[in-house]
């Protein structure tokens, strides 16, 4: 079974530093890449970035660059989505997501989400 | 940056009867159109991809149509965990630039 577990829900101050982690199983980790999406309290879907832990080729929304960092490590089958300083507005739930297709992606596998609650 | 515009926000259906979700796209988007089922409480789920191809596990009373900027998702007989919010979302760029819709709130007339 293909499956995307993603670590666990986090509680920081803001100013604080944070990695959270996608761990895929049941396909072949390198060859597919792996997206993050943003959903706020109550609001909708944002796609943030993607991966290709192939190569670790690293894609990001405009509007996340430089915001946040995407890595991969294809050792572990893992990627990873993290913040160097925190604020209050990086409170939401995060999804990973698989890209299904070819050229063409989709978000064809979802994890059950991390959710990051920044708040003094 | 493609604009996906959902409409309605809200679709109030009685159980057992059709429901038709629209989402317009600000330019093109060939069929590289998403839609997606979200479950209070639980992560998206892929229903349609490609416009109109079911993804796996996906009950035939779902199905997607349209190309270019106007799609349409259409429940067939709706069952009661139909109710929830279902997003569009475009593919269409390389580099990525995907978008989502806002969101339809599927409720219960």
């Known amino acids: 079974e293909v499956q995307l577990v993603q670590s666990g829900a986090e509680v920081k101050k803001p100013g604080e530093s944070l990695k959270i982690s996608c761990k895929g199983s049941?396909?072949?980790?390198?060859?597919?890449?792996i997206g993050w999406v943003r959903q706020m309290p109550g609001k909708g879907l944002e796609w943030m970035g993607i991966?290709?832990?192939?190569?670790?080729?690293?894609r990001y929304s405009p509007s996340f660059q430089g915001q946040v960092t995407i890595s991969a490590d294809k050792s572990i089958s893992t990627t990873h989505l993290q913040w160097s300083s925190l604020k209050a507005s990086d409170t939401a739930m995060y999804y990973c997501v698989r890209m299904g297709g070819y050229y063409y992606y989709y978000m064809d596998v979802w994890g059950k989400g991390t959710t990051v609650t920044v708040s003094s | 940056e493609i604009v996906m515009t959902q409409s309605p926000a809200t679709l109030s259906v009685s159980p057992g009867e059709r429901a038709t979700l629209s989402c317009r796209a600000s330019q093109s988007v060939s069929s590289n159109l998403a839609w997606y089922q979200q479950k209070p409480g639980q992560a998206p789920r892929l229903l349609i991809y490609g416009a109109s191809t079911r993804a796996t596990g996906i009950p035939a009373r779902f199905s997607g149509s349209g190309s270019g900027t106007e799609f349409t998702l259409t429940i067939s007989s709706l069952q009661s965990e139909d109710f929830v919010v279902y997003y569009c979302q475009q593919y269409n760029n390389w580099p990525p630039l995907y978008t989502f819709g806002q969101g339809t709130k599927l409720e219960i007339k």
């Open positions: 049941g396909y072949s980790f390198t060859r597919y890449w």
């Open positions: 991966i290709y832990p192939g190569d670790s080729d690293t």
